[in-house]
């Protein structure tokens, strides 16, 4: 009985209005014309939104240049630091995190580091992804340009900068050391100097520069540089004797 309800029903037509003009149909093609339809316009929604995604979003620092011209005021233009952009891959060694980052331009690789108290912090080995970083001596910016991560790296006990104090990051870290390592292309690590951080009346003979009581210090040579500040009861050590 339903079958023979199914066919009568798929015979009958049907009246509509299309511009103005009358226009029969058979059941059968109407309801295949309404699941085209339907199936079109969830094409189109899918695409509208698959097309939202790819939008491209500048996740650049709005405040990077004036945190840039506030710490350079004072200094030499020599002295001056720029703004550097990249890869980022991240090394996390006992209580050091590295960040190895290397700039779409210039002669030098640079490694980040920064020495901390313990291992409770939750950042972990593995690439980070391109980013901006500003190196400021005492503080470290890390912003990617790939999701919206920021990270500012600070030294203990040191009060925030004014040009920092509006400063919002996604993650605040906090240690007791904060140095780069920089690498000149065509070069290799192996001659390159060591700087970090020692607890304060330890030995310092093997110390190039620093030492006991010293809160920073850096030296460079052919193939490269380094330097390191410190904070807390450490002292800064460089151009440290390879072990």
Same mark, same amino acid.
């Given at each position: 009985?339903?079958?023979?309800?199914?066919? @009568?029903?798929? +015979?009958?037509?049907?009246?509509?209005?299309?511009?103005? /003009?009358?226009?029969?149909?058979?059941?059968? #093609?109407?309801?295949?014309?309404?699941?085209?339809?339907?199936?079109?316009?969830?094409?189109?929604?899918?695409?509208?939104?698959?097309?939202?995604?790819?939008?491209?979003?500048?996740?650049?620092?709005? #405040? *990077?240049?004036?945190?840039?011209?506030?710490?350079?005021? &004072?200094?030499?233009? &020599?002295?001056?630091?720029?703004? $550097?952009? *990249? #890869?980022?891959?991240?090394?996390?060694?006992?209580?050091?995190?590295? @960040?190895?980052?290397?700039?779409?331009? %210039? !002669?030098?690789?640079?490694?980040?580091?920064?020495?901390?108290?313990?291992?409770?912090?939750?950042?972990?080995? *593995?690439?980070?992804?391109?980013? !901006?970083?500003?190196?400021? &001596?005492? =503080?470290?910016?890390? =912003?990617?340009?790939? $999701? &919206?991560?920021?990270?500012?790296?600070?030294?203990?006990?040191?009060?925030?900068?004014?040009? @920092? $104090?509006?400063?919002?990051?996604?993650?605040?870290?906090?240690?007791?050391?904060?140095?780069?390592?920089?690498?000149?292309?065509?070069?290799?690590?192996? /001659?390159?100097?060591?700087? %970090?951080?020692?607890? #304060? %009346?330890?030995?310092?003979?093997?110390?190039?520069?620093?030492? +006991?009581?010293? @809160?920073?210090?850096?030296?460079?040579?052919?193939? *490269?540089?380094?330097?390191?500040?410190?904070?807390? !009861? =450490?002292?800064?050590?460089?151009?440290?004797?390879?072990?």
């Amino acid at each position: 009985m339903l079958v023979e309800e199914y066919l @009568l029903l798929e +015979n009958i037509s049907v009246e509509i209005i299309v511009f103005n /003009y009358k226009v029969s149909i058979k059941m059968k #093609n109407l309801f295949l014309l309404l699941f085209s339809v339907s199936l079109f316009t969830s094409f189109f929604l899918g695409s509208c939104k698959e097309s939202g995604k790819e939008e491209v979003t500048d996740l650049h620092l709005t #405040n *990077g240049d004036s945190i840039l011209s506030q710490f350079n005021s &004072k200094r030499e233009p &020599k002295d001056w630091i720029v703004k $550097t952009e *990249g #890869n980022v891959n991240i090394k996390v060694e006992d209580k050091i995190i590295f @960040l190895e980052h290397i700039p779409d331009h %210039g !002669e030098e690789s640079m490694t980040y580091f920064f020495q901390t108290f313990n291992e409770s912090h939750d950042l972990k080995s *593995g690439p980070f992804g391109r980013a !901006e970083i500003i190196f400021l &001596k005492r =503080n470290l910016i890390i =912003n990617s340009l790939d $999701t &919206k991560k920021t990270f500012l790296f600070s030294l203990m006990e040191d009060p925030l900068p004014v040009y @920092l $104090t509006d400063f919002k990051s996604t993650k605040k870290y906090i240690g007791f050391g904060l140095g780069v390592r920089k690498i000149k292309k065509g070069s290799t690590t192996d /001659y390159v100097p060591l700087c %970090g951080c020692e607890p #304060n %009346g330890s030995p310092d003979t093997h110390c190039g520069r620093g030492g +006991n009581e010293a @809160l920073s210090c850096g030296t460079g040579n052919l193939d *490269g540089s380094c330097e390191v500040s410190c904070a807390g !009861e =450490n002292f800064a050590c460089c151009n440290k004797q390879m072990e």
